[in-house]
């Protein structure tokens, strides 16, 4: 096992990690109040798109703790930054299975996003109704929503059956929640995937492209940055092909059988966000 040094700079999960639902795992204010005595830098990054980053400093400081709006990065605001790289904003149009995480993030950034059953209609049909005007979507983004329904399903369906970019924020298939572990955003993708025979595009963990990004605003090089994370199909492969270390703790999906099942392996395992806060406190900064 690597020694536990020269960390400056943390990319944290949530789900499973900070909170289960609206419990906060034991120790959460005393994490990071030791991150701001040893000056760690961190960006919480997380797969789950369904808030905005004013609603996760709301939901940190109903738990006793204080972060400011910029070190938060979603998978919503991933996706928004990585589509306005690819596409320009101006004359994009995007259908959002998804709340306010998902949608504000690209609605700040300058696309358009269409309604219930506008879909792009064939050229064949725009000839013969003499209607130029560009209906539909350009691109479906697919993001936690537990406002979900049948019309939503049906309209990114045609969507994409039509020409549409298919784009998941993330795929994790379950979600752990005070209730227990529940569906995630991965079985919504699955479902639209069998409908389409189209597979999305993934923006969230395991993709290094959020981790890339968090290390951009953390302004950290990657051999003194660390992931923590609970699953290991997503925060720590995640880390893996971005080239950086990484904490898996044991409070939220993935478990020890998990890892002796494992083909890959964090750097670390650690049994809840105390021990991590304690392994910090002790290590040696080089």
Same mark, same amino acid.
């Given at each position: 096992?690597?020694?536990?040094?020269?960390?400056?700079?943390?990319?944290?999960?949530?789900?499973?990690?900070?909170?289960?639902?609206?419990?906060?795992?034991?120790?959460?204010?005393?994490?990071?109040?030791?991150?701001?005595?040893?000056?760690?830098?961190?960006?919480?990054?997380?797969?789950?798109?369904?808030?905005?980053?004013?609603?996760?400093?709301?939901?940190?400081?109903?738990?006793?703790?204080?972060?400011?709006?910029?070190?938060?990065?979603?998978?919503?605001?991933? /996706?928004? =930054? +990585?589509?306005?790289?690819?596409? &320009?904003?101006?004359?994009?149009?995007?259908?959002?299975?998804?709340?306010? $995480? *998902?949608?504000?993030?690209?609605?700040?950034?300058?696309?358009?996003? /269409?309604? =219930? +059953?506008?879909?792009?209609?064939? &050229?064949?049909?725009?000839?013969?109704?003499?209607?130029?005007?560009?209906? $539909? *979507?350009?691109?479906?983004?697919?993001?936690?929503?537990?406002?979900? /329904?049948?019309?939503?399903?049906?309209?990114?369906?045609?969507?994409?059956?039509?020409?549409?970019?298919?784009?998941?924020?993330?795929?994790?298939?379950?979600?752990?929640?005070?209730?227990?572990?529940?569906?995630?955003?991965?079985?919504?993708?699955?479902?639209?995937?069998?409908?389409?025979?189209?597979?999305?595009?993934?923006?969230?963990?395991?993709?290094?492209?959020?981790?890339?990004?968090?290390?951009?605003?953390?302004?950290?090089?990657?051999?003194?940055?660390?992931?923590?994370?609970?699953?290991?199909?997503?925060?720590?492969?995640?880390?893996?092909?971005?080239?950086?270390?990484?904490?898996?703790?044991?409070?939220?999906?993935?478990?020890?059988?998990?890892?002796?099942?494992?083909?890959?392996?964090?750097?670390?395992?650690?049994?809840?966000?105390?021990?991590?806060?304690?392994?910090?406190?002790?290590?040696?900064?080089?």
């Amino acid at each position: 096992m690597q020694p536990f040094t020269n960390i400056r700079a943390l990319i944290i999960d949530m789900d499973g990690v900070l909170w289960h639902g609206t419990h906060p795992i034991p120790g959460l204010t005393d994490f990071f109040q030791t991150l701001s005595d040893l000056q760690i830098r961190f960006i919480l990054a997380t797969n789950n798109a369904s808030l905005t980053p004013e609603q996760y400093v709301s939901k940190l400081a109903q738990m006793g703790v204080t972060v400011a709006r910029n070190q938060i990065l979603t998978s919503g605001i991933a /996706t928004a =930054l +990585y589509l306005s790289e690819q596409v &320009n904003p101006a004359e994009t149009r995007v259908f959002v299975i998804g709340v306010d $995480g *998902a949608t504000q993030p690209l609605i700040d950034r300058g696309f358009t996003l /269409t309604g =219930l +059953y506008e879909v792009k209609k064939s &050229n064949d049909s725009v000839k013969k109704s003499n209607d130029s005007v560009k209906k $539909g *979507a350009d691109i479906v983004v697919c993001g936690k929503d537990e406002t979900l /329904t049948w019309d939503k399903l049906a309209t990114a369906t045609l969507n994409i059956r039509a020409g549409a970019k298919f784009i998941g924020t993330n795929a994790d298939t379950t979600l752990p929640t005070e209730h227990g572990i529940t569906h995630g955003n991965g079985a919504i993708l699955a479902a639209l995937e069998v409908a389409t025979g189209v597979a999305p595009t993934i923006i969230g963990k395991p993709e290094p492209i959020i981790y890339q990004q968090a290390l951009a605003l953390l302004g950290a090089e990657p051999d003194e940055t660390v992931a923590i994370g609970d699953r290991l199909e997503t925060d720590i492969l995640g880390a893996i092909r971005t080239g950086i270390r990484s904490i898996m703790v044991l409070t939220g999906i993935s478990s020890e059988d998990d890892l002796q099942a494992s083909e890959y392996q964090p750097t670390w395992v650690m049994p809840d966000l105390r021990a991590v806060t304690q392994a910090l406190r002790n290590q040696v900064i080089s």
